[in-house]
């Protein structure tokens, strides 16, 4: 009797989905992904049905968040996002920037699950585990569809992004914001083009994000940076605190927060392995700084008292 196999080819079959991605790469690796299509930038996109939109989220500031992509070409070697391959058979490395899954019916899914009337039209948080506007979203554009579904149902809504291409849906934002409201932060840990290309290979230069924000709040959009997350000996000089506050604030926009990268298992691994390759001098302080997930208290609250003494010292009023 023949094995039975995975119908992943019917005509009928409206798809896989990721559980079905992560059982494929398990028996043969990545080559086992039926449709991955390698694009110009060398990354795979692997089109992928889900069943739900809306992730319940735990001991965040938000209770419902909406992704539409899973991996990122942004390639952020600090991404906490970074840990969750490994529930897809996938590593926290290379394969996190060089295999993307596309939700291709989320804006289907969420429309039905925002038409319960059980929904209650809470604030939902868009791009928490990956970045909604990676180069591959002007291509499908999966989160513009998303974000005019939210607009037509009036729920409140948050972006978080390091991408300009958001001032493509300009028009979207503007509507939502009339209506039931909604927020984009731009992450921005630090101008430094030299260590955010490194830190960040994939993703647009800083002060080309900070022009999208300045665009985006020009036309009445609620924009704040996000200087996070820094990455101590690299992103944390007083200098370099000043030259990004100052940026931030040259461009009229919002200091939303600033924080020290979490590490997490899987995460951390990975990045101990960046630090030692890249800054081999600072890999015995990040061993002694980093024995969790996050690293030690009096350095955080250094930090924060640092950001806040920068505020101060950079303020428009003579001070600087």
């Not at 790469?25 to 991955?36: E, M, Y």
């Not at 554009?141 to 809504?157: M, V, Y």
Request: proline share 6%; with cysteine.
């Amino acid at each position: 009797m023949a094995s039975r196999q995975i119908s992943l080819f019917s005509e009928a079959d409206p798809g896989i989905g990721l559980r079905d991605a992560a059982e494929l790469i398990r028996l043969a690796g990545i080559d086992g992904l039926p449709q991955a299509i390698k694009r110009a930038d060398d990354a795979r996109y692997q089109e992928v049905v889900v069943k739900s939109a809306l992730t319940e989220a735990r001991g965040m500031p938000f209770r419902w968040a909406l992704n539409s992509y899973r991996g990122c070409t942004h390639a952020c070697q600090y991404c906490y996002a970074r840990k969750y391959q490994r529930h897809l058979e996938l590593n926290a490395g290379d394969d996190f920037s060089s295999v993307i899954f596309v939700k291709t019916n989320l804006p289907d899914v969420l429309r039905r699950e925002l038409g319960r009337r059980s929904w209650m039209h809470e604030t939902v948080a868009v791009g928490t585990a990956t970045d909604p506007y990676q180069p591959i979203e002007g291509r499908y554009q999966i989160t513009r569809r998303c974000l005019e579904i939210l607009a037509d149902s009036r729920t409140p809504f948050s972006i978080v992004t390091k991408g300009p291409m958001i001032v493509r849906d300009l028009d979207v934002l503007e509507r939502a914001s009339s209506a039931a409201g909604c927020q984009v932060f731009f992450s921005v840990p630090s101008v430094d083009d030299a260590a955010c290309e490194q830190l960040e290979p994939g993703a647009a230069p800083p002060r080309q994000r900070l022009r999208a924000g300045q665009r985006l709040r020009q036309a009445g959009v609620s924009v704040g940076v996000l200087m996070m997350p820094l990455v101590p000996g690299i992103t944390t000089s007083r200098s370099g605190l000043e030259r990004t506050v100052t940026a931030i604030r040259d461009a009229g926009l919002r200091l939303a927060g600033a924080t020290v990268a979490r590490l997490d298992p899987g995460v951390r691994e990975f990045f101990f392995e960046f630090i030692a390759r890249e800054h081999p001098d600072l890999i015995d302080g990040y061993r002694r700084l980093y024995t969790g997930t996050h690293a030690t208290a009096p350095y955080l609250a250094a930090v924060r008292a640092a950001v806040d003494e920068v505020r101060e010292f950079t303020r428009p009023d003579g001070n600087s």
